[in-house]
Nanobody
Framework: VQLVESGGGSVQAGGSLTLSCVAS????????MAWFRQVPGKEREGVAG?????GTIYAEYAKGRFTISRLSNTLSLQMDILKPEDTGTYYC???????????????????WGQGTQVTVSS
């Protein structure tokens, strides 16, 4: 199983970045996916994710600025109006659907990527 993130980098405040996560080694359709981040001095937190019913979930700070999308085995995160406080390491995660078909990657994750660094300067 592999989750490989890319697209991180350095950008000025107000700029945009698009992160991508390519999944391999498991049945992609059987999982919900999410982006997490770990910013300096804080624990890892959910940014945006897909749910078992096809919906999406966003952290409050991500609403209106970040957009999650998935196509086949690729999960993307479009990040706009970036702020210095968005600086951190961004991780892709996959959560296996339960027998009921539900999943919420903000609650649990079975697989993690290695992360990609995002730096936003003021």
């Amino acid at each position: 199983v592999q989750l490989v993130e890319s697209g991180g980098g350095s950008v000025q405040a107000g700029g945009s970045l698009t992160l991508s996560c390519v999944a391999s080694g498991f049945s992609y359709a059987g999982y919900c996916m999410a982006w997490f981040r770990q910013v300096p001095g804080k624990e890892r937190e959910g940014v945006a994710g897909t749910l078992g019913d096809g919906g999406t979930i966003y952290a409050e700070y991500a609403k209106g600025r970040f957009t999650i999308s998935r196509l086949s085995n690729t999960l993307s995160l479009q990040m706009d109006i970036l702020k210095p406080e968005d600086t951190g390491t961004y991780y892709c995660a996959a959560a296996r659907r339960r027998s009921s078909g539900t999943c919420n990657p903000f609650i649990y994750a079975n697989y993690w990527g290695q992360g990609t660094q995002v730096t936003v300067s003021s």
